[in-house]
Each structure stands twice: as C-alpha cells, then as structure tokens.
C-alpha cells in the first residue's frame, strides 16, 4: 500500500505514521509522568522501551486478533471490501490529526510542557481544551458527511467490484465512520501525553484496541458475518479512548471554540505544508485500492496480511524509537547546538539498524511458516498462505528503508520543518502512481505489481530524506552509523542462515496440524533470535551493550 505500511490510529498515536489493517508512541512507571529530557542513549532506550513494552503487548494481541479474523473469515471478496472502506478512518484521522500530532501537537505542546510553572501548566490546560473542541466538532461533521456519502465514496475505493460487492463495501463504511470522532478525540489526549513524556497511557492505548476487535469478532460474527468487524473497530476505538483518560487526572478541560487563540494559527502554519503531502498519500492510497481491487478480489486482503508482518517491527522498534527521540529533538535548535542535535538523532537512528536489519532478514526466511501459523486455520486457505508470502517477500525489500525514513521524517518536524517531508512525500507517491500501474497491467504482474511498486516508493523515499538531511545538517560522518550499519548487517546474515538452516531440519519430523505449525515456526524463530543476541554481543554492538548493562542493573536492585 503506498506510503509507509500504515500502522491503526491507535498505533499512529501510540506507536505515528503511514496497507491498511483493521488494527489498529518517559516517565515513571508509577504516575506516567517523566523527568527531564531524555538527552542520553540510555534515556532514549528507556523512552523507547515504555514505548516497546505497550507495542510488544498490542503485536502480540495483534497477532491474535488476525489470526481469529482469518479463521473466521478468511481471504474473500468481503474481506477485501473491509480491508478497503477501513482505510477510511485511517485515512480522515491523519489527514485531520495523525499528520498534525507529529508534524506539529507535538513539538508546539512539548514547549508548553517543558515549563511546569503553575501559569504555564494552566495555559496547557487552555491549548488542550481548544484543541479538543475545535478537533472534536470538525470530526462530527466529516463522521456524519461519510455516513451520508458512503454509496459515493465506497466505488472510490473498491471500483473493480460488482454490485453486491459494492453494497457490502458501503455498509461496512456507514459502521465504521463514528470510529473517526473517537480516534481524533483519542489522538489529541495522545499528543498531550507524550509532550510531557507521559508514554504509559498511550502506549497501552493499543492493545486494549485489539482486545476489542478480538471480542467483538469472538460475540458478533455469527450474528452479523464480516459487518461485526466494523463494529469491532468502533468498540476497539472506545477502549483505545478509555486508556488515555487516568492520565488526565487533575486537568481541567472544558468547551473552548477559540480558533484565534494564537497556538492554533501556529499549529496550522506548521501544519498545512503537511496536509499536502498527507491528501497526495491518502489520493496513492485510493488509487492503489482500486487498482488492487481489479486484479483479484482477495488481492487487498493477501495484502494486507503481508504487510501486517511488516508492521510488527516496524511499529516495535522504529515507530517506538521515533516517538521517544521526537519530544527531545523539538526542545534542541539545531541552528545553535548543531552536535547535540545530531548526536541524539543519529542514536536514535542507530537503534532502529541493529533491529530493524536482523528482524527483515528473519522474516524474509521464515516469514512463510510465520504465515501459516498465525493465518492459515479455519476458512484461511494454503493457497491464501502463498500469495501473501508471495506479497511480504517484496515488501521486505522496502522494510530497512521504511524504518529509517521514520526518524528522518521526525527529526525535520522537530525543526519545525514540515515542507522538507512534504516534497520529498509527493515525489514517492508520483514514482509509486508510475511504476505501479506499469508492472500491475502492462506487465501484468497483478497485485504483485503495486507491492513490488510500494518497495520502490519506500526506498525512494527513505534514500531522497537522508540525501537531504545530510546536505542539510551538514552530513552525519563520525557519528558511527557505517559502523553500526555494517554490525546489523552482518547480524542479519546470521539470523538468516540459523533461521533457514532450523527450519530445514525442523521440516521432516514437524507433526502434523497446528504442533507442527508451531514447531516449524516456533523453533527457528527462537533459534535465530537467539543468534542474533550471541552475535550482537560478539559484535560489540554498541546499543545491545548499553541494554545489558541497563538489564544487568535493574536485575542487581
């Protein structure tokens, strides 16, 4: 799907950013609150790593709520008219809050929060109730315009379907709009939450998200068949809300419709480059559903499926890191403390490598029996398991790039640069709009085209941010990322040859049904993360150091 693989709005806020799945980012661990800013390695790692633990809990509910979703409905035309229409909330919730939470909630509360005068704290208080008024009334009136122009908007979308299937496409949308005003509101609290580093809250926002998806499919499906998962959106983006709400405790909040009061015209000139880029993405992200729905009718469901694996480290690490790096980056002006700017980026960028290199290499050998355990049951078919395999295979050449175009992204909207992102966005999306329809019909490679098209716009982008950032910042030479790089690299070749040399072995004496679904999975899975532990320590890779002497601390207390 064009764009970085898109994470939920839960996950934007609690996790940022760009296939579109029905899934759905330091403090105290006590109170949610955080001292100071975290300028240090270790103060981002443990940022990040509240950040991870909330994401570790929603990937894994993840993966039980797609594994449920599958076996209940499988890879059908129905599935894909789903898949389809819950882009929308997505879609309408970047445009109008996700792309605003990052580019400029974020920094501009984050100035607030830095002062914890009385007076300050008070003025926090006034942006917030603004904020949340202004946002609240805008997203009513666009949940109740889509209610109202779902016939029109669902062919948008899904235009290679037929009539019934087009039908179906505009119920599920009608069900799943409210979900719009619930996750604005939500995104806002969010905002709120990380500017003063307070991660606990939102990062538990998402896996109470996937509990309702799983307990609304789990109590509705027989009674309202693919209809109950529209439903299970709006129920999850209820639960999603509820985490935000003890961390408000004390906040006074009431109706302000103040759209004078001077933080939202500067919201809104930090913003509006990036709504550009954000309506380009949302017009890739239309185009390349209707496209994918001319092809085959489970072509967005195969899809979607893979790209949910792409998200699991995508979301855990980069996202996590990028969240926890941004607040810091927004309190350091790179024009007068050039090296400190860097240096804190450059950390962050370094902690996505040494995951992210590793993760892409053992899913790209193992991402087939990863499929088959987590999708293949129940009405989820072995040639459904194929195609989506087929999918992830392409879509992990864009993995690595995704990642680091996340901290890239952030660290020019810690500036207060949100134009940079926005040329270098509509340049990715017009090679994504080129070569896609290109490889999909006149090479006639079918769905398999927009994905292998989507790696293309991934790597394009990511290549033409840090061309740019390095011009820009003066380069990022003696900051170790060749050597770190070259590290994770070499860990991933690792990862790759344990993990595929395990599951070789496993296959002959794995039992039938879903033990050996678990076996073939399970165990090579194991085996080449523990590799890569072994071989990050043999390596000396400066972050995985720095994690064990931080677990080896907490363990002594």
């Not at 997505?90 to 100035?111: D, H, I, Q, R, W």
């Not at 908007?153 to 087009?166: M, R, T």
């Not at 993405?281 to 893979?306: C, V």
Request: charged share 15%; hydrophobic share 55%; proline share 5%.
């Amino acid at each position: 799907m064009t764009g970085a693989p898109q994470v939920e709005p839960t996950e934007i806020a609690a996790d940022s950013a760009a296939a579109a799945l029905p899934e759905a980012p330091t403090a105290t661990a006590a109170d949610g609150a955080a001292p100071a800013v975290a300028t240090t390695t270790g103060g981002l790692v443990r940022a990040a790593g509240i950040n991870s633990l909330g994401n570790v809990a929603s990937r894994v509910l993840g993966v039980l709520r797609e594994s449920v979703i599958s076996g209940s409905f499988g890879a059908t035309g129905p599935t894909s008219a789903f898949d389809a229409v819950s882009a929308v909330p997505k879609m309408v919730y970047e445009l109008l809050v996700g792309g605003m939470l990052s580019a400029a909630l974020v920094p501009v509360l984050s100035e607030y929060a830095a002062d914890s005068d009385d007076d300050r704290h008070g003025e926090l208080e006034d942006v917030l109730s603004i904020l949340l008024s202004l946002v609240g009334i805008l997203l009513l009136g666009v949940t109740v315009f889509l209610a109202v122009a779902a016939p029109w908007v669902a062919p948008l979308l899904v235009g290679g379907f037929d009539d019934e299937l087009l039908a179906t496409a505009t119920l599920l949308l009608r069900l799943i709009v409210p979900a719009i005003l619930i996750y604005g509101i939500s995104g806002i609290l969010q905002a709120y939450h990380y500017a003063r580093k307070a991660f606990v809250y939102p990062s538990m926002g998402a896996p109470a998200h996937n509990l309702g998806v799983i307990a609304a499919v789990v109590l509705l499906s027989r009674r309202f068949d693919i209809y109950s998962l529209s439903l299970g959106i709006v129920a999850a983006s209820i639960c999603q809300l509820a985490m935000q709400i003890p961390g408000m405790r004390g906040v006074r909040l009431r109706l302000r419709l103040d759209w004078r009061h001077p933080v939202v015209r500067r919201i809104l000139i930090l913003y509006a480059p990036v709504v550009v880029s954000i309506v380009i993405q949302n017009l890739g992200i239309i185009i390349d559903r209707n496209l994918a729905s001319r092809t085959m009718q489970e072509a967005i469901t195969w899809m979607n499926k893979a790209t949910f694996l792409i998200q699991l480290p995508l979301g855990l690490v980069s996202m996590a890191i990028s969240l926890a790096v941004l607040p810091t980056l927004s309190q350091i002006d790179a024009t007068r403390d050039l090296d400190a700017f860097k240096r804190t980026f450059t950390r962050g960028l370094r902690l996505v490598l040494v995951v992210i290199i590793p993760a892409a290499a053992g899913l790209f050998v193992l991402g087939r029996p990863l499929i088959e355990l987590i999708f293949e049951h129940g009405v989820f078919t072995p040639f459904d398991t194929l195609q989506t395999w087929r999918a992830l295979r392409i879509y992990l050449i864009g993995l690595p790039f995704a990642a680091i175009d996340l901290p890239l992204i952030f660290s020019f909207y810690a500036q207060k640069n949100t134009r940079t992102p926005v040329i270098v966005g509509i340049i990715a999306v017009s090679i994504y709009l080129m070569v896609g329809p290109t490889l999909a019909f006149v090479f006639d490679w079918g769905f398999l085209g927009l994905v292998a098209a989507n790696a293309v716009q991934l790597t394009t982008h990511a290549l033409i941010m840090l061309t740019v950032f390095s011009r820009k910042f003066e380069g990022l030479g003696g900051y170790g990322l060749e050597r770190t790089t070259l590290q994770a690299i070499a860990a991933g070749v690792v990862v790759a040859l344990v993990g595929y040399a395990s599951h070789r072995l496993m296959v002959p004496y794995a039992p039938p049904g879903l033990v050996g679904k678990v076996v073939l999975a399970g165990i090579p899975a194991s085996l080449a993360a523990a590799a890569y532990l072994a071989s990050a320590r043999l390596l000396r890779i400066e972050e995985w150091q720095l994690f064990w002497g931080m677990l080896g601390r907490r363990l002594g207390r």
